[in-house]
């Protein structure tokens, strides 16, 4: 069975500080991963995801990479925002058809 | 809609009866899931529909859970004779097609006592 591990468990940072959170996972026969942020009692919401074929994907200030054969994956935060403070979780993909194994994630506190 | 729609937002029940829990997935995603996370645990998977049918439900924890999408578009999950151990967040998920972004609903937070 799959499983994901996220380092590290809680990171708080000064606010304009960039930061790498990083996931890793046993089994690399996947077909994408997907990176997701939790806000307290609030469901996930979708970030970046990346097919197993890609390295990386882009959006905004966040930066994915995916290094299947290893079982990594790194999320790069740019110029960190107190709006950024979340849980954030990665997933990866077994089937193709979103069923996806969840760490518990990393609690990012982005201080004023 | 604009996003996935889950009701109720907060379920209280006692152990032993039933439940159902509702989703409304984004309109015109074929793909259906649901997820169940524990207090302070990543999602765990439970079940996929594509279209009607469970395409995969080898999450299920036993024969007390059971969904069911008839017409292709809202879910409901439904659990029978529930356990305080059932406590959790649940989860729903739609995507346009399979293996391509899942956007999650807010949850139904269920709490059996």
């Known amino acids: 069975k799959q499983e994901v591990t996220q380092i590290p468990a809680a990171l708080s940072v000064p606010e304009g500080e960039n930061l790498v959170l990083n996931c890793s996972f046993t089994?690399?026969?996947?077909?994408?991963l997907q990176w997701f942020r939790q806000d307290p009692g609030k469901g996930l919401t979708s970030l970046l995801l990346?097919?197993?074929?890609?390295r990386e994907q882009t959006s905004g200030r966040l930066n994915a990479s995916l290094d299947k054969s290893s079982g990594r994956s790194t999320l790069y935060i740019a110029a960190s925002q107190p709006g950024d403070s979340a849980t954030y979780l990665c997933a990866p993909d077994q089937t193709g058809a979103n069923n996806l194994f969840f760490g518990t994630g990393t609690r990012l506190t982005v201080i004023p | 809609g604009a996003g996935v729609s889950q009701t109720p937002s907060n379920k209280v029940t006692e152990k032993g009866k039933y439940v159902e829990l509702r989703c409304d997935p984004i309109s015109g995603h074929t793909a259906l899931y649901w997820y169940r996370q524990s207090l302070g645990q990543g999602p765990e998977f439970l079940i996929y529909f594509q279209g009607t049918g469970a395409a995969d439900d080898s999450g299920l924890p036993n024969d007390r859970f059971f969904a069911v999408r008839p017409e292709g578009s809202v879910s409901t999950l439904k659990i029978q004779r529930t356990e305080r151990g059932d406590s959790a967040v649940y989860l729903c998920?739609?995507?346009?097609?399979?293996?391509?972004?899942?956007?999650f609903g807010q949850g139904t937070r269920l709490t059996v006592v």
């Open positions: 089994d690399s026969a996947i077909y994408n």
């Open positions: 990346i097919q197993s074929s890609q």
């Open positions: 998920a739609s995507s346009l097609i399979k293996n391509t972004e899942a956007f």
